[in-house]
């Protein structure tokens, strides 16, 4: 298998190749002057499976295109298979129509990912709370991980706790306040 990245997951991408032995396909990056993005695969990819690494925070809109325009260029590149690697999936906590004319915008994305040619995906800590599991909304096979035990973990190797109260900003994080408590 091999990995590549968007420009939010070369650190992380980095890093999982370090640990795993992956090989890395580089990626050549660049804006037209009307800002759409050019990129390109740069090592010969065919016959791989390939995982993308790619955070939807900050900027999701831009950095979906690019997730999007980066799994099409590894399938016409020849790739066997695409495995998405989104740490931080934008558009999870719409996931409820709310109030009528709003979308739903997890199972939207979810759409848009499956259609780019993902074949499976993994997140971590996706915002699923009022959902059941992955399957409910992916039609492709997906994972959730969480963070939530190593960073209790950390916590409790590097501070004293004796005295600590966990909180969230919102009744949504009660689920992640948890695991850490």
């Known amino acids: 298998m091999i ?3 968007g420009s939010s997951g070369e650190s992380l991408a980095r890093k999982i190749a370090s640990i795993s032995g992956m090989r890395i396909a580089e990626t050549t990056r ?3 002057p009307d800002g759409e993005l050019y990129l390109r695969v740069e090592d010969d990819v065919s016959g791989e499976d390939a995982a993308v690494v790619q955070s939807l925070g900050l900027n999701p809109d831009a950095l979906f295109m690019e ?3 980066l799994v099409d260029a590894l399938r016409g590149a020849g790739c066997r298979s695409v495995t998405g690697i989104i740490p931080y999936m934008a558009y ?3 996931d409820s129509r709310f109030r009528r004319g709003e979308p739903l915008s997890t199972k939207q994305l979810a759409r848009l990912i499956e259609s780019s040619g993902t074949d499976r995906l993994v997140t971590v800590d996706m915002h699923l709370h009022r959902l059941k599991d992955m399957g409910s909304i992916f039609r492709i096979p997906a994972a959730n991980l969480s963070a939530m035990p190593l960073l209790a973990d950390y916590y409790r190797r590097n501070y004293d706790l004796s005295r600590t109260v966990v909180v ?3 009744s949504e994080s009660e689920q992640w306040a948890k695991i850490i408590a």
């Open 3 to 5: 990995i590549t990245y």
């Open 30 to 32: 660049r804006r037209f």
């Open 92 to 94: 999870a906590r719409q």
């Open 67 to 69: 997730y999007s325009l």
């Open 168 to 170: 969230g900003p919102d």
